[in-house]
């Protein structure tokens, strides 16, 4: 329809891109997206409807093959890549020089340190490409970067993890109130999508189900994000990620020190001052905690604490579903963010 934003999804076969077009095609301001398929998955003959019940009844969505010169024709002006970190390492460039702006669900653009990118072992580390690439993407965290979102031409979105995490830790970490010399810890427990959808030994139902495992310690790509976004050196953060026997939602136990004795009306205030105006995060009043149950579904983040009587022993508790907040919502957050839209909109 005319005055609407052409968008394009590559990936939308996945558990995000699925909730990514989901969100798109209840978007007012947003024309019906045009579906792509990734390399060799389609050639036109899939409809995304006949894989996705769910989406039966609001028409045809048929996979695309992914045409610079298709899109161009289409007038698409934006394109989500909800595709393997390497594949978008290699698409958003191409991209970019396509005119298109572009909204990245995969982490192939969202650390700039090397020594942190050195877990996707990308194989063009050090060409002139990836360098531009690197300075050029934003890390779309909305509650942390509106204003160079809103004019960036590559938006790096954010791990589902970090996301949790960074909500949780910034409004301490920015009023200074951590004893980084401590420590933090972050306890965190996602849901089996977060794993996606690609099938392993690991996400087997035999394997998940009545079961509770950690995975990735010390390891885990999203960590470097954390530190990144937080600033912290990696000595002041442990970051231990476990996998829940449920489908979708995220919960992170953070345990911090702090370096003076407070009350629990001035950290929640911390908190409240640092998310006033924010429309997607929750702050709970302690004692109560958020629950995945809480969040899930939704695009918020939810954040509670908990202060021990000694003043100085904080336990905050975060919880994000891992396919909206932690990828696809947020995807739509930023892409308000980048044509001035209300970052509610179509996220209600």
Aim: proline share 5%; charged share 20%.
């Amino acid at each position: 329809m005319p005055g609407k934003l052409k968008t394009a999804v590559v990936g939308a076969t996945g558990y995000s891109g699925l909730e990514l077009t989901r969100l798109l095609l209840r978007h007012p301001q947003v024309e019906t997206p045009v579906l792509l398929s990734r390399q060799g998955e389609s050639n036109g003959t899939i409809n995304l409807a006949d894989m996705f019940p769910v989406l039966s009844g609001n028409g045809s969505y048929p996979l695309r093959p992914l045409s610079w010169a298709a899109l161009k024709e289409q007038g698409v002006q934006l394109l989500f890549l909800a595709t393997p970190h390497e594949a978008s390492r290699s698409l958003v460039p191409e991209a970019v020089a396509q005119g298109l702006r572009v909204v990245d669900l995969s982490g192939a653009w969202r650390l700039k340190d090397a020594e942190n990118r050195a877990v996707y072992g990308f194989k063009d580390e050090g060409s002139a490409v990836a360098a531009e690439f690197t300075d050029k993407a934003v890390y779309g965290l909305p509650e942390l970067n509106a204003d160079l979102i809103a004019a960036a031409a590559v938006v790096a979105n954010p791990g589902c993890y970090a996301t949790s995490v960074i909500l949780a830790l910034a409004p301490l970490l920015k009023a200074g109130i951590v004893d980084r010399e401590r420590g933090i810890i972050s306890d965190s427990k996602s849901g089996v999508s977060g794993a996606g959808k690609e099938p392993t030994a690991r996400t087997h139902f035999v394997s998940v189900a009545d079961n509770l495992s950690a995975y990735s310690v010390f390891a885990h790509r999203h960590t470097g994000e954390m530190l990144e976004q937080l600033q912290l050196d990696s000595g002041e953060l442990i970051f231990t990620p476990h996998l829940l026997p449920i489908p979708r939602g995220i919960l992170s136990t953070v345990y911090v020190h702090l370096n003076r004795e407070m009350k629990a009306a001035e950290v929640e205030a911390c908190f409240r001052g640092f998310y006033a105006g924010k429309r997607w995060v929750r702050i709970f009043s302690t004692p109560r905690l958020p629950e995945i149950q809480f969040s899930v579904n939704t695009n918020y983040c939810d954040i509670g604490f908990c202060l021990a009587k000694d003043g100085r022993r904080l336990v905050v508790v975060s919880c994000v579903d891992n396919l909206l907040k932690g990828a696809a919502g947020q995807a739509v957050q930023n892409m308000n963010l980048m044509y001035g839209w209300k970052e509610e909109e179509g996220l209600q």
